[in-house]
């Protein structure tokens, strides 16, 4: 059984731990970096990726990297770094192998915005669609004007519903169906932004059962389109008895969390908006999904149950090499045509504005976040991150797909997340010099 946490107690734990590293950091600062290398490190880079390896070492010799990791970079159309090491389970002593599947957390939200840019490549759906317009039953309590693009960037009201989401609801949409329809936004729709952690898995797969063709689920609909015609081995939610072979996912130690924070002061910052804020909407939508919940002794998704659920905004699984070829496939015109291509590769909502959920502007736009192109002036590069430092990268003006992935769930996550942060710095380094 999962352990259920009080909102009260892990706000008095958030608080404790927010301060441990201001009281403690000057005590174990010099702790922190010991360069050492060692020879868990398998794979290939291409000439004029070398610092990508050399990145990727150093994060396992400095011990930023406790279990797993992998990263795989294709750049036009080829794969050019392939790097794994470390322990998909160190308890049970299994070894990252080069095809060691992980739990993707919210960079699934990458996958699920990819099947709706197919769709709308197809011309079965438009961004700007209201969503009565296929989804009539939606349009209750003032969300009649909501549009495919409100909820693709966050904008559609609904981090949490009314009503508490249950294990059964997952598994038969109808019944979050009928809930999603009940909902009462908390703001009016396209008028803000806000982060929907998982919410945004329910809506997108409501868009996609309801303008499909062959009204199947979006998981579906990625397996039959995607995932199965070019071989990969991505997925949204897995069987019960395959889920031994997805990496076990841990969490920070005490001291990884301190480490971190002294490192990088502003997690202590991100932190505290988070977990130590006075609005409740952060803890509303924790209670909203309680069995989804990750405390420091308790991981939701090694439980095989949980993993079973097929939810576009949290579950997917995949290796890096898998995952990077996947959106490599989207930039040369496999999966979607240039011309969705280039509407997806800027954002829509590019201006400064406080986040209902995050309280920091996000670029975002069509299911995905946005970052300046750090090489191309005037564009940008897309993904999504996930928990614990998971991350796609898309640069479609340089051909370029990353993606990070690791068990050893970290303390930050995007920008915030360091191992990911050098591995990127490395990889425009090494764009740079050839």
Known sequence: MLKKLKPKDDTIGFCYLLLTPIVMGPFIASWLSPHIYDDTVHGFVDAGYEQVFEAFRRNFGEGLE?????VAIYHRGKLVV??????????????????????LFSATKAISALCVAVLVD?????????????????????????????????????????????????RDFERIRRKIERARPLWTPGTASGYHAVTFGFLVDGIVRHVDEKQRDLK?????????????SVDIGVPKKEAYRVARV??????????????????IAMLG??????????WKMRDNTKWLLINYDTVAVNDPEV?????????????????SRLFSLAL??????????????SPTLDSWHLEKVTLWPVRKGHGFFYERNPLVPGAFTFGHPGYGGQFVHVDPANQLVLAYLSNGLKTGTGELCGTYMRLLRATYNSLQGR
Request: aromatic content about 10%.
């Open 332 to 345: 040369d015109g496999s999966i979607i045509s240039n011309r969705t291509l280039e509407m997806i590769s």
């Open 273 to 282: 908006i988070m977990y130590a804020r006075l609005d409740e909407i952060i």
């Open 66 to 70: 406790r279990d797993g990791a992998a």
């Open 82 to 103: 392939d790097l794994w090491g470390g322990y998909a389970d160190r308890e049970s002593n299994v070894v990252w192998k080069r095809n060691t599947r992980t739990v």
């Open 122 to 170: 197809r011309g079965l759906l438009n961004y700007d669609d209201r969503l009565v317009e296929f989804w009539p039953e939606y349009g209750t309590y003032g969300k009649e004007n909501t549009t495919v693009e409100d909820v693709m960037t966050h904008k559609a009201g609904l981090p949490y519903l009314d009503e508490e989401i249950d294990l059964h609801d997952v």
């Open 307 to 323: 993993l079973a659920l097929p939810m576009p905004a949290v579950t997917g699984v995949s290796s890096a090499p898998d995952l």
């Open 220 to 232: 579906t609909f990625f397996q039959e389109e995607i995932a199965q015609p070019y071989g990969l």
């Open 250 to 267: 841990t969490t920070p130690s005490l001291w990884e969390f301190l480490r971190d924070c002294i490192k990088n002061p502003k997690l």
